[in-house]
Nanobody, 120 residues
């Protein structure tokens, strides 16, 4: 099982980006999917999560600007980021709780990270 993230890049303040993360491999089921970020010199922090049923939770600083969604048929989670600020600059990581075929329980998987830089 692997998670492949994409969509990062350089954007001006006030701009938008859409991140995608697709899970692939021998997947039986996916529970919670989410996005985390790590800015230089800081610890990794939660940005947003979404349950298999579509319930969402956001970090306070991104509420109203970011939207997390998922396509269960495609095993993909998205993060639409609007009104970006320089303080949103970070490496963004996707995360998913996955039950693999033939396994005995849920495991946590991480994508490789995609860099988002907000700068003029």
């Amino acid at each position: 099982v692997q998670l492949q993230a994409s969509g990062g890049g350089l954007v001006q303040p006030g701009g938008s980006l859409r991140l995608s993360c697709a899970a692939s491999g021998s997947i039986f089921s996916i529970n919670v999917m989410g996005w985390y970020r790590q800015a230089p010199g800081k610890q990794r922090e939660l940005v947003a999560v979404i349950s298999s049923g579509g319930n969402t939770n956001y970090q306070e600083s991104v509420k109203g600007r970011f939207t997390i969604s998922r396509d269960n048929a495609r095993n993909t989670v998205y993060l639409q980021m609007n009104s970006l600020k320089p303080e949103d600059t970070a490496v963004y990581y996707c995360n998913a709780a996955i039950y693999r075929h033939g396994s005995s329980g849920w495991s946590d998987y991480w994508g490789q990270g995609t860099l988002v830089t907000v700068s003029s």
